[in-house]
């Protein structure tokens, strides 16, 4: 990822040549999230490339809310997740 380092936002994203078949389910792991910003352009990359995509991550902070993180996270999968 590329940051521009006077907002800290990220300004591009890229993967690495993957050899996946369309349509295969692709699983973003990280151990903190805030305001998720890597996670979610890296979901939409993966989703336009046609993949199925779920983001797990250990310690979610979210301070703007779970709605701000693009569907991808949201408190229906934290709340079914926490009660297994």
Partial sequence: ???DISTGRITKTTLPDINLAIG?????????????????????????????????????IAPVGLDALGGYINKMNVLEFNER
């Avoid at 903190?32 to 779920?54: M, P, Q, R, S």
């Fill in 1 to 3: 990822k590329e940051r």
């Fill in 24 to 60: 295969s389910r692709v699983l973003i792991c990280d151990d903190i999230g805030d305001y998720c910003g890597t996670h979610i352009a890296l979901a939409k990359l993966l989703n336009n490339l046609g993949y199925i995509v779920d983001i797990y991550i250990t310690h979610l």
